[in-house]
């Protein structure tokens, strides 16, 4: 008599059939004057996703654990690789990147510990996980934040830099404004109005450019006043928690050297 087998199912089917769930707990606040709540899902595990794909899994479909319909989480994403900066949120109560921030690193020893999300803190909340970020962008304004290039004519070529100083220079540049370190900044708040270290970094980094530098006693004059750079008190917890490792506590050691320095040629050249 023969009997009957049964095809092995793919892995995916598999992953879904053994009844391993992510358990995620998630701050939701449906528009910035309605209080916050948390949502509870139960999320199907598979390999190397991490918390874009997470939330990505929630969008198809809306459901809290305990069956209840509700709304896609509302969440800022653009590049997925850690570029543009716009993913930044509270992971496990962590500053950092959803989209290199990885589930089964985050399940590693306890993977019955459920994953912890909730919008960056220290700004205000659009909805959901996305909050108003608009304030770093004012702060790099009121620092003259990039090369001025005026007039429709040529300007011909710039000026040479050493490669000693595009060493140095190259790793500021890669900031991608994801406010990780003003959020773990301790003195980033209403009271200090503190412009944060990303903003003193990129004043280093165009006050060193050729043309950049045209403006550099413009800038410095800035972080001099309030919620300047005597604001710092240097607890390192931005080159900490930055994604892209930028030397961030040398960058404000020196700017705050430079704007000493120029305080004092402005005031014996009163």
């Known amino acids: 008599m023969a009997t009957a087998t049964l095809d092995a199912p793919t892995n995916a089917t598999t992953t879904r059939q053994s009844g391993k769930t992510i358990q995620v707990e998630i701050k939701r606040q449906a528009t910035p004057d309605q209080p916050a709540r948390t949502e509870k899902f139960a999320i199907p595990y598979r390999p190397n996703m991490n918390i874009t794909s997470l939330l990505g899994e929630i969008a198809l479909n809306p459901v809290t654990a305990d069956g209840t319909p509700t709304t896609p989480v509302t969440y800022d994403s653009n590049c997925l690789e850690e570029i543009c900066g716009s993913c930044a949120m509270l992971i496990n109560g962590k500053a950092r990147m959803a989209c290199s921030a990885l589930v089964d690193k985050l399940r590693e020893g306890n993977p019955d510990q459920p994953i912890r999300l909730a919008p960056l803190s220290k700004f205000p909340v659009v909805r959901d996980l996305s909050v108003d970020r608009s304030v770093l962008f004012e702060n790099l304004k009121a620092v003259s934040a990039w ?3 005026d007039g429709t004519y040529d300007l011909g ?3 040479r830099q050493a490669p000693q ?8 540049s890669n900031c991608i404004s994801c406010c990780c370190c003003m959020e773990v900044c301790p003195q980033f708040n209403d009271s200090t109005n503190f412009v944060g270290a990303a903003t003193i970094a990129q004043v280093k980094l165009f006050n060193m450019d050729p043309a950049g ?3 550099k006693a413009e800038r410095l004059r800035a972080l001099a006043g309030e919620g300047g750079i005597q604001e710092c008190g240097f607890a390192q917890n931005c080159v900490e ?3 892209k490792q930028l030397p961030l506590t040398e960058a404000i050691s020196d700017v705050g050297r ?7 040629k402005d005031f014996l050249t009163r």
């Open 165 to 172: 100083i595009q060493e140095q220079r190259y790793p500021l």
């Open 258 to 264: 430079d704007v000493l320095v120029q305080q004092i």
């Open 157 to 159: 070529p710039g000026g």
């Open 213 to 215: 530098s045209v403006l």
């Open 241 to 243: 928690a930055c994604p």
């Open 147 to 149: 090369v001025p290039i």
